[in-house]
């Protein structure tokens, strides 16, 4: 939910994927259940908010994809917020695409705090320093 918000300050209209390694009753286990559970959740507290989960990456980002794997979803082959379902996960994701596909990666960003505070990552490039702390400024202006 936060980061939905998020999506919405800086003018994006979120459509959240919960990402997991398959995609709606595909899969099974306890790590689809956490998937599920979550968007469950913000399904109850956010019932108008646009989210799919448990999605899998290439459902909630190519449109071809997405009319196979979910025809009617309002998310799939078109999400804006993308939800890890663990550190390690997202973490590793963002360093990915932020060294290897050419396009500027901004965060990570903490949210749900009562102050704007953020975290750099001993390999921080000078462009992350700086995003960063544009990132902060636009936080605290929002709190």
């Not at 990666?105 to 505070?117: E, S, Y």
Request: cysteine-free.
């Amino acid at each position: 939910i936060a980061s939905a918000k998020t999506a919405e300050t800086f003018g994006i209209e979120p459509r959240v994927a919960m990402l997991s390694y398959s995609t709606g009753d595909s899969g099974f286990g306890a790590d689809v259940d956490k998937v599920r559970e979550a968007t469950a959740i913000v399904r109850e507290k956010m019932p108008t908010m646009k989210v799919e989960g448990p999605i899998q990456f290439d459902a909630a980002v190519d449109m071809a994809t997405a009319q196979k794997k979910m025809p009617n979803s309002e998310v799939a082959g078109k999400a804006t917020v993308f939800i890890f379902p663990d550190l390690n996960t997202g973490n590793n994701t963002y360093k990915a695409v932020q060294r290897h596909s050419g396009a500027v990666a901004i965060g990570p960003m903490l949210q749900g705090l009562n102050k704007a505070v953020n975290d750099l990552s001993r390999g921080a490039l000078v462009d992350d320093i700086v995003s960063t702390i544009t990132i902060t400024a636009i936080q605290a202006q929002t709190l």
